[in-house]
């Protein structure tokens, strides 16, 4: 993979992280395209409001998102969730929701994960 490095280490870290996971048998094309979209520039980096990951997923889902989560929209379910970052709104909505906010960790050991772009 195209190796990229930013003056963010946890960036770092995840790309590493990404990279290594990639190589696994288990959801290693989901992994590779994590990588693909969270090693381009902060511009072109996804941005995903509230609202579509409630339409998107439903209870108890696995959702990474390769960029940051905003707070427009509310979440009528929890699900478990994983992004490059976090708005601080939708950290407290999603809280409000009863969901988890997960290391990306604590998401590589999952199964059923969904990337919402």
């Known amino acids: 993979m ?3 490095r930013f003056e963010r280490t946890d960036i770092n ?3 590493d992280k990404l990279e290594r996971a990639s190589r696994s048998e288990s959801y290693g094309a989901l992994w590779k395209s994590v990588h693909r979209r969270v090693s381009v520039s902060r511009r072109r980096r996804v941005s995903v409001n509230l609202y579509k990951i409630n339409r998107y997923s439903k209870e108890g889902d696995n959702i990474i998102v390769p960029g940051k ?4 929209g509310r ?3 929890s699900v478990n ?3 490059l970052s ?3 709104g939708a950290t407290d909505r ?3 929701s009863k969901s988890k906010v997960l290391e990306l960790d604590e998401m590589l050991k999952r199964t059923k994960i969904t990337m919402i772009r």
């Open 2 to 4: 195209k190796r990229r």
């Open 13 to 15: 870290e995840w790309l």
């Open 69 to 72: 989560v905003l707070s427009e």
């Open 75 to 77: 979440m009528d379910h």
């Open 81 to 83: 969730i994983t992004a």
């Open 86 to 88: 976090f708005s601080k």
């Open 94 to 96: 999603l809280i409000g």
